[in-house]
T-cell receptor
Framework: EDKVVQSPLSLVVHEGDTVTLNCSYE??????LLWYKQEKKAPTFLFML????IEKKSGRLSSILDKKELFSILNITATQTGDSAIYLC???????????FGGGTRVLVKP | NAGVTQTPKFQVLKTGQSMTLQCAQD?????MSWYRQDPGMGLRLIHY???????DQGEVPNGYNVSRSTTEDFPLRLLSAAPSQTSVYFC?????????????FGQGTRLTVV
């Protein structure tokens, strides 16, 4: 059974801080790892990672995958109150398109 | 382009009632799925479909039925609602087969069973 564990469960930071979120996984025949941001409603897509060591970057957000140690991190620099959300990590195996999600990390950025 | 559309947005049911949550996508995606989200538990897969006429169970299928008669629609039926089914339900779609792309989510249905 595929398994995804995210840490920490939640954290509170102040604007301008840097945040590092962790996602570890166990999956048969790994295909890709995806990060989503969920504010009030639907999760919105951030990154998809398929190869180790290649950083994906979008503005103040970046993510990297380590397929040997089976984890990924999501970094948010110079945090803003608009970064407050639940961040979800999911993995997809080679056969099929099912996504297995972790429990999420709730981030609260205070002004 | 509407993306993934879910209806209703909110619903209150009495224990034992049945209902159907609707999901439609206009992106010609082969793969569609239903998740439920409970506090602190992320998204758990209920049922999924790899194309019209093909459905399969996910992690938590008990108490739910699905069908996929068209590429666009993937309704989720609650057969006899129970308080344990109080949750937020999300429908998602993506390209299937060898295409490794992101999944798009609907806005969710908040269901309360009393």
């Amino acid at each position: 059974e595929d398994k995804v564990v995210q840490s920490p469960l939640s954290l509170v930071v102040h604007e301008g801080d840097t945040v590092t979120l962790n996602c570890s996984y166990e999956v048969t025949n790994f295909r890709s790892l995806l990060w989503y941001k969920q504010e009030k409603k639907a999760p919105t897509f951030l990154f998809m990672l398929t190869s180790s060591g290649i950083e994906k970057k979008s503005g103040r957000l970046s993510s990297i995958l380590d397929k040997k140690e089976l984890f990924s991190i999501l970094n948010i620099t110079a945090t803003q109150t608009g970064d407050s959300a639940i961040y979800l990590c999911a993995v997809r195996r080679a056969a099929g398109n099912k996504l297995t999600f972790g429990g999420g990390t709730r981030v609260l950025v205070k002004p | 382009n509407a993306g993934v559309t879910q209806t209703p947005k909110f619903q209150v049911l009495k224990t034992g009632q049945s209902m159907t949550l609707q999901c439609a996508q206009d992106m010609n995606h082969e793969y569609m799925s239903w998740y439920r989200q409970d506090p602190g538990m992320g998204l758990r897969l209920i049922h999924y479909s790899v194309g019209a006429g093909i459905t399969d169970q996910g992690e938590v299928p008990n108490g739910y039925n699905v069908s996929r008669s068209t590429t666009e629609d993937f309704p989720l039926r609650l057969l006899s609602a129970a308080p344990s089914q109080t949750s937020v339900y999300f429908c998602a779609s993506s390209y299937g087969g060898s295409q490794n792309t992101e999944a798009f989510f609907g806005q969710g249905t908040r269901l309360t069973v009393v």
